[in-house]
């Protein structure tokens, strides 16, 4: 599947704006307008839109409607609705008829709808859950309570808003049309060898591809599909300096018309993990930045450009080179944004909740269990990581993919069922890239069961937090204790914190420097940060989270929200931001 574009031989147009929306609270016929609808901005998730808590919370279904049209010309050619995700799984119907049914609430999906449509005005009506059980990735607690009832506890910790959270777009292309391009590419010094793996639906005569450099020179032609391209010279994509070449690929019919023309942005680097160190184009790379969220105001997990832009900016301007798509694949023009600007990225697939004792708190109820007895999550996990990984591959930003976030893996079951995983997701990268599996402090390094799998080490780790809390000196010792045993373990893997962070709400300070006041924030990672650059093994840093986000309301979730943000959800800075400026912008690791 291609990102959507417009080109000469493509049309393209936005279903963006005003929908129907309501929740399925009676029989819905999908070929008659909705009965009961409100109005709905698309794409956002529908929770934070309304001011209607029962709704803003319901688990069920839901259905959304809108009209497009389409003119006379159009129906020559073929017809696509591609969505970049709706949250969780969904049903679309056009005029009534189902075309299309999708699992999984991060990734695009894309359907033909020619069998469906007519010149002129067409229904189309989405129909989707936010349900999520022990067979989907996230992972929840799903009872069904009789008709149409649910109850769900989620077994992660951000609100599981859904909605159509990322564009809908209608495009068309001709008969003949390239439907998969994949710039795969071997370095040789400055020489890069580049075997594109393009897949072409329907009959053509001929075709041209060239590579394209910033100044949008061609550097190297092939007419053929199957041929290899030479960059002679090749100016390197590198952390926080991007290069993006382009590859176009044109086809041609028998008599010379041009059939279709699709251009893929891409970069060219190097990525080798080994002496517990993690390599960029041959440079040791260190990761600072952040876990982050798609979460905002009134838009809740839907699209949100603007703020994507603002986030990149603050991080790039406080040294931050990278960041994890905790907890889920982001969106794609994010995603093409972080290649252009040069960030580094940790791309997770959603495959968090996968322990069945997991509780916010990380505290004593989560005993070991039987989390791989109980759950059937191979095929849809294996399902997320194919659909990240066919959208991702060509991201030069992406250098490593994390297949779960804090899995049992100290429990029975879980190094054969990483053992499938991570061969899968090799199997299916093109680039090789290292794969992890981030790691939770209830399966610390005397615990854990799978690091033998993993390229890289990396840890979520709250000492100082859920565990010694308010006592940075004890949280210190058991910080270095740890981190030592892994070392032994596995002496040649990079460690990176890919979670270290202290809940802190903005605006309350303490002379005793007592937790959630932005001085405790300060303390805390410091604490973290003396044992990190003592160790030349720790190879990451990224905190906890950039900005607060919303999650399900509880005793530790003062309103709602996960306050361990260096920033407010507002993108207030807390005293900690002013620290992290100083210590990345002068970062050098021994
Ligand atoms: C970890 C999770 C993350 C949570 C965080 C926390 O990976 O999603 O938000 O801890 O508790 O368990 O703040």
Redesign the pocket.
């Given at each position: 599947m291609l990102y959507p574009e417009q080109t000469v031989t493509r049309t393209l147009e936005d279903l963006s704006g005003l929908w129907k929306f309501q929740v399925e609270d009676q029989e819905i016929d999908p070929k008659q307008a909705l009965p009961n609808p409100m109005w709905m901005a698309v794409p956002a998730s529908f929770n934070d839109q309304i001011v209607d808590r029962k709704l803003h919370d319901h688990i069920g279904w839901f259905w959304y409607e809108t009209k497009f049209n389409i003119p006379v010309d159009q129906m020559k050619k073929r017809n696509v609705l591609h969505f970049g995700s709706v949250t969780q799984n969904c049903e679309i119907y056009v005029n009534g008829l189902k075309i299309a049914e999708h699992i999984g609430g991060f990734t695009p999906f894309e359907v033909e709808i020619d069998k469906a449509i007519h010149e002129g005005e067409n229904d189309l009506k989405v129909r989707f859950n936010n349900l999520l059980d022990n067979t989907t990735i996230p992972t929840a607690d799903l009872k069904n309570t009789g008709s149409g009832d649910y109850q769900m506890r989620t077994r992660?910790?951000?609100f599981n808003y859904s909605g159509i959270h990322r564009r809908v777009q209608l495009y068309t292309t001709n008969r003949t049309y390239l439907d998969h391009i994949a710039v795969n590419y071997d370095v040789e010094g400055s020489k890069t060898m580049i075997h594109p793996d393009i897949h072409v639906f329907g009959n053509y005569g001929s075709a041209k591809i060239k590579v394209l450099d910033e100044d949008n020179q061609i550097i190297a032609q092939s007419d053929s599909l199957d041929g290899t391209l030479v960059i002679a010279n090749t100016h390197r994509w590198q952390p926080m300096n991007a290069y993006l070449y382009r590859l176009q690929v044109e086809l041609f019919s028998n008599k010379n018309e041009l059939l279709d023309v699709y251009t893929q942005e891409f970069g060219v680097r190097t990525i080798e993990v080994k002496d517990h160190k993690f390599f960029i184009n041959g440079m040791p790379f260190y990761f600072k930045g952040f876990?982050r969220h798609e979460d905002s105001l009134a838009r809740g997990k839907g699209v949100n450009l603007p703020l994507v832009n603002l986030d990149y900016h603050i991080m790039k301007k406080m040294g931050a080179n990278s960041f994890r798509t905790?907890?889920y694949p982001y969106d794609e023009e994010a995603m093409r944004l972080a290649d252009r600007m040069g960030f580094v990225v940790i791309d997770e697939v959603p495959a968090?909740g996968l322990f069945e004792s997991?509780n916010?708190?990380?505290g004593g109820r989560m005993q070991a269990g039987e989390t791989w007895v109980h759950m059937n999550t191979m095929k849809n996990h294996k399902h997320a990581l194919r659909e990240m990984i066919e959208r991702d591959h060509d991201h030069p930003s992406v250098v490593m993919w994390s297949v779960a976030?804090?899995p049992a893996s100290h429990e029975p079951g879980a190094h054969e069922y990483f053992k499938e995983i991570i061969d899968y997701t090799k199997k299916l990268d093109p680039q090789k890239r290292p794969v992890t599996v981030?790691n939770?402090m209830n399966a610390d390094a005397t615990k854990d069961l799978i690091g033998d799998l993993l390229d890289v080490v990396c840890l979520?780790r709250?000492y100082g937090w859920?565990v010694d809390f308010d006592d940075l000196e004890q949280a210190k010792d058991q910080l270095q204790k740890e981190l030592s045993i892994w070392n032994e373990k596995f002496p040649d893997k990079p460690i990176i914190f890919t979670?270290i962070?202290a809940?802190t709400v903005s605006g309350m300070h303490s002379v005793m420097r007592t937790p959630y006041s932005e001085e405790y924030q300060l303390d805390y990672y410091k604490a973290n940060f003396e044992i990190f650059d003592n160790c030349d093994y720790v190879q990451g840093e990224q905190l906890?989270?950039f900005a607060d986000?919303v999650?399900e309301p509880g005793m530790i979730r003062i309103g709602a929200e996960?306050r361990?943000g260096v920033f407010t959800r507002n993108r207030e800075p807390k005293l900690i931001a002013e620290y992290l400026n100083n210590r990345w912008n002068n970062f050098h690791k021994k």
């Open positions: 992660f910790d951000f876990g905790s907890h968090v997991f916010v708190s990380l976030n804090e981030v939770i979520n709250y859920y979670e962070g809940d906890w989270n986000f999650t996960n361990k």
